[in-house]
């Protein structure tokens, strides 16, 4: 399977804040343009479903383009069983209208155990059965925590892999991933390049800050600012500066850029091409902030959090 060096990602186009005009034609921008992949998921809303739309009135998947999903549980479930893999990979095909999935990722893994993931029966041996059968070309992991994608990498089983919020502007704890993924020969997506998008607008005043689905620490503010400063001396948009510390990146095979209207493939390919001066990386190396921290402060608001429910 080949991609291309931006993949469209597809999962804020499930929801209803876009409307389904503004879905199609951004679908349809997706695969009917340059970039090869669109990426989805089964627990991604309304994506899938009007994914399927799209490729009904084009009359299939175009040439030289793929839909890349993943495998969820069902809403409101905690199921993720070797069944539950087998139901969410018939919905996605029953959505998509099509008989073949060319890539299929392992989702979220983080929602149960490794040892659950990788039990006899479990959600891993399903997807590779599936994988053998046939009804899916290549199989991935896709999920948040960089040890524990790392963990399953290690596995040597998997084509493919996506890591999201670990290699940004202001997050390097993807490294050790990559070069487990390079060692294993599996092919990496790097999402979320722009930190759920700190690193794609310019703050706001009065509008807090998130980075990585979370309220951004105040280290993460303190470095999008100078991360801002060092930018604008060398009259380089963060967003290109973002979206090509992972392009640059030999280790990401491809990365996924969110759109939910046609104007942000543009972008993303504008920002992709935009000139970055070698010594702006040199001070952007500089400006991450201490991921110790940064992972303290997140385990303390999970604490927090588990103790209110």
């Known amino acids: ?72 549980p069902a809403p409101g479930d905690d199921d993720f069983s070797g069944d539950r893999v087998r139901r969410s990979v018939d919905e996605s095909l029953a959505r998509l209208g099509v008989d073949h999935l060319p890539l299929v990722h392992l989702h979220d893994p983080e929602r149960i155990s490794f ?28 999920g948040g925590p960089a040890a524990m994608m790392e963990r399953f990498v290690r596995l040597g089983v998997f084509d493919a892999a996506v890591t999201h919020n670990r290699l940004t502007l202001l997050d390097r704890s993807a490294d050790a991933l990559l070069d487990a993924a390079v060692e294993h020969g599996v092919a990496v997506f790097n999402a979320a390049p722009y930190g759920g998008g700190i690193l794609a607008r310019e703050p706001q005043e009065g ?68 000139p970055v001066p070698a010594d702006l990386w040199d001070e952007l190396a500089t400006l991450v902030p201490d991921q110790r921290v940064a992972r303290t402060r997140r385990s303390m608001t999970l604490s927090h959090h588990q103790e209110i429910r």
């Open 1 to 72: 399977m080949e991609v291309s060096v931006l993949t469209v990602g597809a999962s804020a186009l499930g929801s209803p804040r876009v409307d389904d005009p503004t879905a199609q034609a951004t679908i349809t921008a997706a695969l009917t343009g340059p970039l090869a992949a669109l990426d989805t998921g089964n627990n991604y809303g309304r994506s899938e479903e009007r994914i399927g739309a799209v490729l009904r009135a084009l009359g299939g998947v175009p040439a030289g383009h793929v839909v890349v999903t993943k495998v969820d």
């Open 115 to 142: 040892a659950a993931a990788t039990a006899p029966g479990g959600p891993l041996e399903a997807l590779l059965a599936l994988r053998d059968e046939g009804v899916v070309g290549l199989v991935g992991v896709a």
């Open 207 to 274: 509008v807090a800050l998130t980075y990585a689905y979370r309220p951004a620490t105040p280290e993460h503010v303190a470095a999008r600012t100078a991360i801002g400063q060092a930018c604008a001396r060398h009259g380089v948009p963060v967003a290109a500066a973002a979206l090509q510390l992972s392009t640059r990146d030999p280790r990401i095979v491809s990365t996924i850029v969110g759109a939910t209207r046609p104007q942000q493939i543009d972008d993303a390919l504008a920002w992709a091409r935009h």
